[in-house]
C-alpha cells in the first residue's frame, strides 16, 4: 500500500458542481484503502469543520462584496435589484458568521477569542443579525404613516403614504470590520481544528486493527441535499395537526434512529404542545 501523504485539503473545495444544486460524490484514491471513522468517534472534528465552512463562506462573500462596492451603483428612491443582490449578500454573510458563535447542539465558538475592541464589534454585529436580520425587533427599522392634508377650516384628508426606512447593510467600514472578525474567528478555530485533527490521527493508529476490519468506501458522498427532498429528511417536515409525515409514516415512526437534531426537534414539540406524545 502507498504511503500516506502528510496534509490533506479540505474535501469541500474538491467537490464538483453540475446542473443540479448539489455537488457531485468524489471518487478517492486508489492507492489508498479508505474507511470511516463513526459519527460518534469524529464528533467534535465533524462540527468544528462545519463551523469552518460557515467561516469560509463568510469570507468568500464579504472579500467579493468589498471587491465589487459601488454606493454610488444604487437608486435611492426606487427598489431595484442590484440594491437588493447587495443586501442578501451581506445579510448571507453575517448569518454564516453568527452560526459559529450561537448555542446549539453541536461546537461553538466562544467571543473570549478576540480582544476587548473586537468584542464589542463582535456584540454590535450579533445584536445586528438577532434584531434586524434574522427577527424584526429592531432599532435598524422605522416605518410609519403620513397623511395629508389641503384646505382649511377643516382641512380635507387628501391621502396616505407610508414610509419604511431599513439599513440594506451598514456600509463599506463595518463590512471591512465584519472580515476581520471572520478571519480573527477562522485562525482561533484552525487551531483547534488541528489540536483534534491530531488526537484522531493519534486514536486511528490505537485501534488501526479495528480500522482494517471496516467496510472499505470509494468516494465521499454526494451532497444530502437536492432537487428531490430524500425521505429520511421528511420526517421533520409533518403537519401540525397531524401525526403522520409528509411520507405516511407515522411522525415517531419516521424519526426513529435519525439524527440526534431531530430527535432533539421532536422532543421539544412533545414538550411545547406542537404535536401530543404517543399514546402509551
Known sequence: MAEP??????????????????????????????????????????????????????????TGLLDEWDPGGFETDTRDVGRDIHRARWNAALVAYARTFLSGVGQRLDPAIFDVDAADLHAYFMRLRNRHVA??????????????LAGDDPPTVVGLLDYLSTEQSPGKTRAEELLTLAQLAR?????????????????????????????????IPASAFGDEVRPEWR????????????????????????????????????????VPPDPP
Do not use: M
Open 5 to 62: 501523504s502528510e496534509d490533506a485539503a479540505p474535501v469541500e473545495e474538491l467537490h464538483a458542481y453540475g446542473n443540479g444544486p448539489g455537488p457531485s460524490p468524489i471518487p478517492l484514491s486508489p492507492e489508498f484503502e479508505w474507511v470511516s471513522l463513526t459519527a460518534a468517534e469524529a464528533s467534535t472534528y465533524r462540527e468544528l469543520r462545519i463551523l469552518r465552512g460557515d467561516l469560509d463562506f463568510t469570507i468568500s462573500v464579504l
Open 235 to 274: 420526517p421533520w417536515c409533518y403537519s401540525p395537526t397531524s401525526r403522520t409525515s409528509f411520507d405516511g409514516r407515522p411522525v415517531w415512526e419516521a424519526i426513529q434512529g435519525e439524527s440526534r437534531w431531530i430527535r432533539d426537534l421532536r422532543d421539544r414539540a412533545i414538550n411545547s404542545g406542537f
Open 135 to 148: 427577527h424584526s425587533v429592531s432599532e435598524f427599522e422605522q416605518t410609519g404613516v403620513v397623511i395629508g
Open 187 to 219: 485562525k482561533a478555530l484552525d487551531e483547534r481544528l488541528e489540536a483534534e485533527r491530531e488526537r484522531l490521527l493519534a486514536y486511528a493508529r490505537s485501534i488501526v486493527e479495528d480500522l482494517t476490519k471496516r467496510q472499505r468506501i470509494e468516494e
